[in-house]
Every structure is written in C-alpha cells, then in structure tokens.
C-alpha cells in the first residue's frame, strides 16, 4: 500500500505490502504508548501519559471499522469535549488517507493535510503503513497510540475523573470471555473480510470466506439465547463485532466478495446490529456513504470505481433484542 520508507512517503497498491504468497497479513502497529488517569505506566508495564482535557486528538476515518470503534467508545464515555477528533476523506488515494481541509495538529507540528504527516512527525525515519485511527497528543506533538484495541481500553477508563463516566466496558469479570471472543471474531471476522477482499489466490480466498462465514454462523446461534456477545452485559467484545457487521451488505459483500450470505439473512445478527445502531450516540459514527464510497474506490478490487447504490437497509427498523436479558449499553 502506499507506505512511508525512511520518513519519505512512497506510493503504491492499498495493501501491497501487506501481501504474501497471494494471502493478506496485517502488519502489527507501530506505536503503543498508553494514557492514565496519573501518567503511571499502562498494563504490563507499557510508557503512560497523563489524561487531560483538550490534549489529545483521533484522526479517523468513517470507512474504517478500526477508527470507527474509537468513535463508538469516545461517544459511550462522553468524551466528545474532552478529545477532538479530525476525520479524514473516505478514499485512500496516492497520498494516503487525506484531509479535506487542513487539520491542525497543535503548536509543534501546526497544520496537516496527509495522515503520514503525522507519522513522519512522530518518527523521522518512520517506515511502514499509515493507518487511521491514531491518537495523537497535541501538547507534544507525536502519536500516542495508533492500535485501536489499545485505544478503546484507553477511552474505558483514563478519563473517568474527568468526566464522571464510569461505564465500564472491559469488567474484570468478564474478560476471559471477551478475551475468547474478540479472538475470535478477530482472527475470522474483523480481520477475515480483509483475508477475503485482499486474497490474490483461489485458496486464501476461499479460506477466509469459509472461516469468516462458520463464525457469523456460530455468532448467529449465539445471539439466540444471549443478548449481547459476552452474556447479558454489552462489552467491547460488541463494540468490536458491530463495526464489522454494519459494513458487511454495503461493502465488504460486494466490494470484498463475502458473499455467501448477507447479514440480513441473519435474524439474530442483522437485529443485534439494529440494536446497537439505534443507541443514542452510536448511529453518529457510521456513514454508510463514505463506507461505499471508500471501499469502492480501491481501484485494484474495483477498477471502475462505480459505487453501487444498494443495498437498501432499513436500520431503524425496530429490533426484538428484548426479549433477552440484558442490561443494554448504560451496564456497569
């Protein structure tokens, strides 16, 4: 994909470099600073800032389902005024994920229009991806964090004195079961539409889609007898999955060839989706626009770049996930 080498920004295919005997694999992320309520260090022991109002950003994009789950736990911890946020174009284009408008990115660094501005800020000699979401701190002017799993336990809980907030979405009895289940859903689902979309072979093609659609099958009989992913309580186990399922019938169906079933053939899974959409605050991180819009411009998957104009959804369509015990998106 296109990439920074030695701090220089380098053009090329989205994902190329990502590429290997014709099967996707992600590169790790770079960079894994944690935030504290007190600046002490993180879980095991990992570099730690202080939480502040007002000194740190999310640079995001609404096609991203990794930004976007930034957004879900920025909004779910009311976080809108503590931490800014800058949302870049929809199409990853020649230059990476690009700003419509000039951002500023505080007094050190000033004004970006380019995603890797910021990681060639960060790290002068930077080489890799340049990925969104990043969570960035103004007053030093360098990335924070740009792993969105570490992201979101950030938001759950460093800003808590700030705000009063203490929803909290990773309990500590529950995270063995989140742990098994974001795993999972990881590996075959977040991850598998990917494998799909980005397969250059028959087989890796085949082996994704057959992964990813064995656990939208298990998730759906899951989502039977359980209200939410971990049991009766919301965690970001859901958090997780949703963001991945609200992309499924406008993009990664068509645009990434995971097409053996829609998720509106899902019953339990399309109105688990509905359920989470229609929270207050939720709906406001997802543009289907620009998820069409950005996955159907990657011009190697879709040559002409034709957006479709389906599929048709409904997402206010009442749900009927009361009929389970849960303690919905306010669980504490």
Partial sequence: MPQL?????????????????GAFHREPTSFRTWITADGLPGPEGQPALPAEAGRYQLFVAYICPWASRTLMMRNLKGLQDIISVSVSEPELGENGWTYAEPQDAGPRVGRIRYQHELYSASDPHYTGKVSVPVLWDRKEG????????????????????LTGNTLDFYPQVLRPEIDRWNALIYDTVNNGVYRAGFAKTQGAYEDAVSGLFETLDRLEAHLGTSRYIAGSRFTEADIRLFVTLIRFDPAYHGAFKCNLRRIADYPNLSSYMREIYQWPGIRETVRIDHIKRGYYSITHINPTRIVPLGPLQDLDQPHDRARLAGQGAHAR
């Fill in 5 to 21: 080498v030695d701090g220089k920004w380098e053009k090329g295919d989205v994902a190329a470099s990502e590429m290997k005997g």
């Fill in 142 to 161: 360098r990335t924070v964090n740009n792993e969105s799993a570490d992201i979101i336990r950030i938001l759950n809980t460093a800003f808590n004195h």
